[in-house]
């Protein structure tokens, strides 16, 4: 699963209503997160392999 944050346009591993793998907690301002299909770009450990 991934979502994207939609202000920086950056697709993470995770699901809405949880965190990201690289840490974000995407219930803190969950109008910023979507459920996307589209490929990781984060970079950061947890999200990249
Ligand atoms: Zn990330």
């Given amino acids: 699963m991934a979502v994207k ?3 920086t346009d ?3 591993i995770g699901t809405k ?3 990201t793998g ?3 907690n995407t ?3 969950p109008s910023h997160w979507v459920t ?3 490929s990781i770009t984060c970079a ?6």
Wanted: some cysteine; overall charge neutral.
């Fill in 17 to 19: 209503g949880g965190k």
């Fill in 5 to 7: 944050h939609t202000p």
């Fill in 10 to 12: 950056e697709v993470h």
């Fill in 44 to 49: 950061k450990n947890g999200c990249k392999n």
């Fill in 22 to 24: 690289c840490g974000f």
């Fill in 36 to 38: 996307t299909s589209e």
């Fill in 27 to 29: 219930t803190e301002n």
